[in-house]
């Protein structure tokens, strides 16, 4: 049982550091999972679905340790809301890190053939949602209210994206029905992406939690 002030302190801090080690592991899942469908490589798609169960342990290692705290500290009022902001956003990264777990599924799916164009729109999804990623733990580590409320209009232009990329998939799959296949698991990419940039904003609501004790919703 953790002794004083400045021990319970420290492991908090500890927590913290567990949680931006695992953020990032979690962005580079999502950015080599869609360099690897941009070059159909299944080599780094392979390298990113077998990496999965490490964020997966680290999310059980965070949540065990959130939970010794919880029973041998009793927090109560802000420290507790600093355990449970930290339980949520694990949560969250862990479920960006299976949806890049898909998108490299789709790159072992579509091994073997040729894109039916060079990808431009899902590459820019995935590099605003590595730009959400980054923008909701700085917000997170400073605990900066209006750095999160950011991730809201940032989610609206990847929504956008995604309406964009799925009516120029139909266009190629009407044209030619031997690319709607193909369009289908590009389709699936985009919504991944799509779920991705979500899961990112819960976090940013998560931030505004544990800063002002309110929730929020940025996904409206």
Do not use: C, W
């Not at 299944?42 to 999310?59: G, M, P, R, S, T």
Request: aromatic share 4%; glycine share 4%; no cysteine.
């Amino acid at each position: 049982m953790f002794s004083n002030r400045k021990t319970f302190d420290g492991e908090l801090q500890q927590l913290k550091e567990k949680l931006l080690m695992m953020s990032g592991l979690v962005e580079k899942q999502l950015h080599d999972s869609v360099e690897a469908l941009k070059g159909l490589d299944v080599k780094i798609a392979e390298q990113v679905i077998e990496f999965d169960n490490k964020i997966d342990d680290l999310e059980i290692e965070i949540d065990e340790y959130a939970i010794i705290l919880i029973a041998t500290q009793q927090p109560v009022a802000r420290d507790l809301r600093k355990i449970i902001s930290a339980i949520k956003i694990a949560n969250d990264l862990e479920r960006v890190a299976d949806l890049s777990v898909n998108i490299a599924r789709v790159t072992r799916r579509l091994q073997g053939q040729k894109l039916m164009k060079p990808l431009i729109d899902i590459p820019k999804m995935s590099e605003r949602a590595q730009k959400m990623l980054r923008i909701s733990i700085d917000s997170y580590i400073n605990e900066d209210i209006a750095l999160a409320k950011q991730l809201a209009e940032m989610d609206d232009t990847i929504d956008k994206t995604y309406k964009l990329v799925l009516n120029e998939l139909l266009e190629y799959m009407v044209e030619d029905s031997t690319k709607i296949d193909q369009g289908q698991q590009l389709g699936f990419v985009a919504r991944y992406l799509e779920r991705i940039a979500d899961h990112i904003t819960n976090i940013g609501e998560s931030v505004i939690y544990l800063a002002t004790g309110k929730r929020s919703d940025l996904n409206d």
